[in-house]
């Protein structure tokens, strides 16, 4: 497939939100309040998933446009009470519903509870809805209560929030906690009982984000899934090492791509990642902790930078000190996040901190970091969507009926085929 046939993908990793509004419905009487909510609006819907949201304007298909294979089915029949609103905030980023205000988060609550609830932030810099279709109808279809947030931030521009670099991403991992923390109190408020179980789980960006609750706030959660998130470390690895020698090998000099971690075996997708991804993320992420620096960007070299740009990265770094039961997946063939500098060293340091027992890390064989390439490439890739559904029933197992999912693994590819399902065992 061309590259202009695939810059209908170009959204996928979520580095763009595109604008959207939805139609705003009649507040239905269930006295329902969200702590903290600056603004809030309730409704009664007939369906909660994007089934049904997309027509009744409770969802913006724009927040989660190309991350998900085109042919995903939509589960449907799920009635019930979606709280949309934003926390106080001073950035106007986010011009979901037309509100051009951040911090803003969606709460739905299933009439047909499970008992549990399934928290997440958005991957990339998107908005709140921008999991609907990944995660949130499928854990909506199976009982769950779910709440989702913008971050705080959106847009390419994000790095313009806060007053000191670092400011911006810093605020991704409170304003998860502050969801967390007030949607409890939502669903005790619709079914008279705290949630029994609550999980954390996110892509990309908010995968990072699961490991960084499980690392600082894990009283919170009883277990989350990382679905290929973004690795900050102060000393590096992070972005700002191995995307400055990928955009100054390529295409040239493709040994230096794979020198910078990029797996040989997926140079057929660096045309994509290089044309919509490499250059804008290197910048907007340089720009949120390293504003000083003028040069171009494929010079940047994050070591020989001032220590106040690793201080910046240290608010936000991980360290694999995990609380409470993480399973990890990433794809070996993710053009954006190479598995070799990020989740291989993830995984690591969780061994490290002595916190293996409570971990498991499958590496997907021919996933990518956009999971809609599969559409362009279905012999030679397999979208990750099922391996995230698999690992996330084997965390129910985990922490419901004591059930140890299997050890960490790499999970092959199947020889021949289109791949739709994931067996992790």
């Known amino acids: 497939m061309s590259l202009r046939s695939l810059s209908l993908l170009a959204l996928a990793a979520g580095l763009v939100a595109a604008p959207a509004t939805a139609a705003r419905a009649e507040s239905c009487p269930s006295g329902i309040r969200v702590p903290g909510a600056e603004y809030q609006q309730v409704a009664c819907l007939s369906e909660l998933t994007t089934a049904g949201t997309v027509a009744s304007g409770h969802t913006v298909p724009g927040d989660w446009a190309g991350l998900t294979p085109k042919d995903l ?40 509870w499970n008992g549990g609830l399934v928290v997440s932030g958005s991957p990339g810099v998107r908005g709140q809805f921008a999991n609907d279709r990944a995660i949130g109808d499928w854990v909506l279809a199976r009982g769950y209560a779910f709440a989702a947030t913008d971050k705080g931030n959106t847009g390419v521009d994000f790095y313009k929030d806060g007053r000191h670099p670092g400011d ?63 690795l900050w470390r102060t000393d590096g690895p992070n972005l700002l090492t191995f995307l400055p020698p990928a955009l100054r090998g390529y295409p040239q000099d493709k040994d230096a791509v794979v020198k910078a971690g990029f797996p040989a075996e997926s140079e057929f997708l660096w045309p994509f990642y290089s044309q919509y991804y490499w250059g804008l993320t290197q910048r907007i992420y340089r720009a949120e902790f390293d504003p000083g620096y003028t040069g171009d960007e494929a010079a940047y070299d994050y070591q020989s930078r001032p220590e106040s740009v690793r201080k910046a990265v240290a608010k936000v770094a ?107 065992g």
């Open 73 to 112: 089915p939509v589960p449907s029949g799920v009635p019930g009470v979606q709280v949309d609103g934003y926390f106080p905030d001073s950035s106007r980023t986010n011009a979901d519903h037309g509100w051009n205000h951040d911090a803003q988060f969606v709460i739905r609550l299933p009439d047909r």
């Open 168 to 230: 911006a991403i810093a605020e991704w991992n409170f304003r998860l906690t502050q969801l967390t923390r007030a949607a409890k109190k939502v669903v005790r408020q619709r079914y008279h009982e705290r949630p029994r179980r609550t999980l954390v789980t996110g892509m990309s960006n908010g995968g990072y984000l699961v490991r960084w609750q499980l690392e600082n706030h894990p009283e919170l959660y009883d277990g989350g899934v990382d679905w290929e998130g973004t």
């Open 318 to 424: 991980l360290t694999g000190r995990i609380g409470k039961p993480l399973i990890t997946l990433h794809g070996t063939l993710d053009g954006l996040l190479p598995i070799s500098q990020d989740s291989d060293v993830y995984a690591r340091l969780v061994r490290a901190q002595g916190r293996g027992a409570m971990f498991r890390y499958y590496r997907i064989e021919g996933g990518t970091h956009v999971d809609s390439l599969f559409d362009a490439f279905p012999d030679r890739l397999r979208p990750l969507v099922p391996c995230h559904r698999a690992a996330f029933t084997a965390l129910e197992r985990w922490i419901g009926r004591g059930e140890a999912p299997p050890p960490s693994r790499t999970v092959p590819r199947p020889a021949a085929g289109p791949v739709t399902s994931c067996t992790l």
